[in-house]
C-alpha cells in the first residue's frame, strides 16, 4: 500500500518500525506530537498491528524483507518531511520526548540528537542488553572519536542528509551505522536523556543472549566498515563544509545538563 500523502503542515515524519506490537500501539501512536504524521512500517506482523496503526491514523508502510533496519530504512524511503525522527513501536520510548530533538535540529544546535535511555525498572533493560550497549559504545568511540553512552533508537535528523548517508544494514547494525556515518562525515552529535520504560511484549532483539549476540556480530560489522564506506555525506549537513573528516579529528565532547555532545571540528 502506496503511503498516505503528506498534508503540507506535516513538518516531521516519526518512523515506527513494527513487528507485532499492536497491544503497544494506541499508547505509542496517542503521544505523537500534533501535527506530524506517524509512519509504522510493519515487518510483517501475525497480530493485526497494521490494520491497529491503520484505524489509529497512522500512516503504515509494508516492508517484507524481516530486519530492524529493513523497516527503519523503509520509513526514510516513504518519508517526506524535511525532518525524520524514529523511534520504537514497543511502548518503551515515549515519542513525545522528541520535540526538543526536533528544534535542536531544526535550529541548527545538532546535526544529529540520540536519546540516552535511562531505565525505569531493573526489568526495562536487562544485563545483558546494557553490557551489549557498553561494550559497542566502546567500540564506537575507538572507531570514530565519539564519546556516546548509549546508542538508542529514538533519535532525530534531516532527511535529505540521512538519505545522503547511503545507510545499507538492514539488520541490527541500522542504528549504529547511522552514528559511524554520521560521525565519519564531520556531524554533530547530541544525546539528551530519557526515561526507558519497560517494553510491552518481548524485545526481538534484546530479549535474550543469543537475540543480544546477533545484534552485537551486525554492529562489529559496521564497526569493520572503511570510513566513508558507501556513505556519500558531504560534511555536517548544516555547514555546506565539503568532504567528511577522517575519523576523530577536531571533535571534542560537550556536557550540558542532561545532554552530551559529540561536535566535530569545534
Known amino acids: 500500500m502506496a503511503p498516505t500523502p503528506l498534508p503540507s503542515s ?3 515524519d516519526v518512523v515506527l518500525p513494527c513487528l507485532d506490537e499492536a497491544g503497544a500501539l494506541p499508547w505509542v501512536l496517542e503521544r505523537i506530537p500534533p501535527g506530524w504524521r506517524a ?7 501475525s497480530d493485526g498491528s497494521a490494520e491497529t496503526a491503520r484505524a489509529l491514523g497512522a500512516t503504515v508502510v509494508h516492508e517484507p524483507r524481516r530486519g530492524f533496519g529493513a523497516a527503519c530504512h523503509a520509513g526514510l524511503l516513504a518519508a517526506e518531511a524535511d525532518i525524520v525522527c524514529f523511534c520504537d513501536c514497543d511502548a518503551s520510548l515515549d515519542p513525545a520526548l522528541l520535540a526538543p530533538f526536533v528544534e535542536t535540529v531544526r535550529g541548527g544546535g ?3 540528537v540520540l536519546g540516552r535511555r535511562h531505565p525505569q525498572t531493573a526489568r526495562a533493560w536487562p544485563a545483558h542488553a546494557r553490557a551489549g ?9 575507538a572507531r570514530t572519536g565519539v564519546r556516546l553512552r548509549d546508542l538508542g533508537p529514538l533519535r532525530a535528523a534531516r532527511r535529505e542528509a540521512l538519505l545522503a548517508l547511503g545507510l545499507t544494514d538492514r539488520r541490527s547494525g541500522y542504528p549504529l551505522q547511522m552514528v559511524v556515518r554520521a560521525a565519519d562525515a564531520g556531524w554533530r552529535i547530541e544525546e539528551r536523556d530519557v526515561p526507558y520504560r519497560p517494553r510491552t511484549g518481548k524485545s526481538k532483539v534484546t530479549g535474550t543472549w543469543r537475540g543480544t549476540w546477533h545484534a552485537v556480530r551486525d554492529m562489529r560489522a559496521v564497526l ?7 556513505s556519500t555525506g558531504s560534511g555536517s549537513p548544516g555547514s555546506g563544509s565539503p568532504g567528511s573528516r577522517p575519523p576523530g579529528s577536531g571533535r571534542k565532547l560537550t556536557d550540558r545538563p542532561g545532554t552530551r555532545a559529540a561536535e566535530a571540528g569545534k
Open 39 to 45: 509512519l509504522v512500517v510493519d515487518n510483517g506482523s
Open 110 to 112: 545538532s546535526d544529529l
Open 10 to 12: 506535516v513538518s516531521v
Open 133 to 141: 550497549n557498553l561494550a559497542l559504545s566502546r567500540m564506537l568511540r
Open 224 to 230: 569493520n566498515e572503511p570510513p566513508g564506506g558507501g
